[in-house]
């Protein structure tokens, strides 16, 4: 079946550290990766996204790209902030059949310190 | 204000008891979901609707029922829970696209079972 491998938490950083949290994927055919980010007391939140080999999502400084060849969705910041301290899941999305259904992975907290 | 909200927030029962989790959108989203997280295992989907009136399981549905009757709400039911079934709750929705579902979450339910 599907599968999300996050690295293991927690990851803690100075601020303005170079972030990268690993994350690689089993799935047949060509699924959707999504990062999605957890503030402490709150829901997730869609961080970016990537629906094609090659693409790379990017949203408040945050980059994944979507790797087939060595399916992997990585996700990283050049210069982190106290603020993004939160939980970060990898998932994807494969419909197979008429079964829509989304893995996560066990997700990655980061804490940077000033 | 596009939003995903459960109720309750926050709730503590007893072996046996039945509840309901309610959760409700306001963006006329076609699919919604409901997951829960525990510890070192991320998130897990428990049921999720396609539209009104289909549902179907997802990862660990055992203990659990759904109802979609109405396209904003989608209940989560707990017909006898037990101690195991303590968790934090999360019910997401989104459009159905082919590339993936990018889902908004709830803020989340945090279940005590005794």
């Known amino acids: 079946g599907d599968s999300v491998t996050q690295m293991e938490g927690p990851v803690t950083l100075s601020e303005e550290a170079f972030l990268t949290i690993n994350c690689t994927y089993t799935a047949t055919g060509y699924p959707s990766l999504f990062w999605y980010v957890q503030y402490p007391g709150e829901g997730l939140q869609l961080l970016l996204k990537a629906t094609k080999a090659d693409d790379k999502g990017s949203n408040k400084g945050f980059e994944a790209t979507y790797r087939k060849e060595t399916t992997s969705f990585h996700l990283e910041k050049g210069s982190v902030q106290v603020s993004d301290s939160a939980v970060y899941f990898c998932?994807?999305?494969?419909?197979?059949?008429?079964?829509?259904?989304?893995?996560f992975g066990t997700g990655t907290k980061l804490q940077v310190i000033p | 204000e596009a939003q995903v909200t459960q109720n309750p927030r926050y709730l503590i029962t007893v072996t046996g008891k039945k509840l309901t989790v309610t959760c409700s959108q306001n963006m006329n989203h076609e699919y919604m979901s409901w997951y829960r997280q525990d510890p070192g295992l991320g998130l897990r989907q428990i049921y999720y609707?396609?539209?009104?009136?289909?549902?179907d399981k997802g990862d660990v549905p055992e203990g659990y029922k759904v109802s979609r009757k109405e396209k904003r709400n989608f209940p989560l039911i707990l017909e006898s829970p037990s101690p195991n079934q303590t968790s934090l709750y999360f019910c997401?929705?989104?459009?159905?696209?082919?590339?993936?579902?990018?889902?908004?979450f709830g803020p989340g339910t945090r279940l005590t079972v005794t």
């Open positions: 997401a929705s989104s459009l159905i696209r082919t590339s993936g579902y990018e889902q908004y």
């Open positions: 998932a994807l999305f494969r419909p197979s059949g008429g079964y829509q259904k989304v893995t």
């Open positions: 609707s396609m539209n009104v009136e289909v549902t």
